[in-house]
């Protein structure tokens, strides 16, 4: 039997979403899902066009938050959570791009993982 491609399904009456911002120092990546972890939509800086170490640069970020902010408003999304993960430099463009779009932010969370003890260091070197 053949694979039947489904429709996208989107929630019209979505008010409050969850960004989740993964912002590396090659790119930044964005996916905005339902409270419940459903992912409505997402994007990168590559997917824009954007290559080489143009991604990882704070305009790229904003630039994914904006193309997000417009098809969020259109889905009537008013309040976003934002989860931001890792050291990149867009995480800031992000905020400030959702924000100025018009979106409410009540939720500004870092969930960049830290490593409490870390990986066990090598042997101590002979010379």
Do not use: W
Not at 59 to 73: F, H, I, R, S
Not at 75 to 96: A, F, I, K, W, Y
Not at 108 to 126: E, F, M, Q, S
Request: positive net charge.
């Amino acid at each position: 039997m053949a694979y039947k491609k489904s429709k996208k399904k989107l929630n019209k009456n979505v008010e409050t979403v969850v960004a989740n911002v993964r912002s590396t120092f090659n790119n930044t990546l964005v996916s905005i899902a339902t409270t419940d972890g459903d992912v409505l939509m997402r994007t990168s800086a590559g997917a824009l066009g954007y290559t080489g170490t143009r991604k990882g640069t704070p305009y790229a970020a904003t630039q994914v938050a904006n193309k997000l902010a417009k098809e969020m408003l259109a889905l009537g999304v008013r309040v976003v959570e934002v989860n931001l993960q890792g050291p990149g430099s867009g995480r800031d463009s992000v905020v400030r791009a959702l924000q100025s779009s018009g979106l409410g932010i009540s939720v500004l969370r870092d969930v960049t993982p830290i490593p409490h003890n870390g990986c066990r260091a090598p042997k101590k070197r002979r010379v």
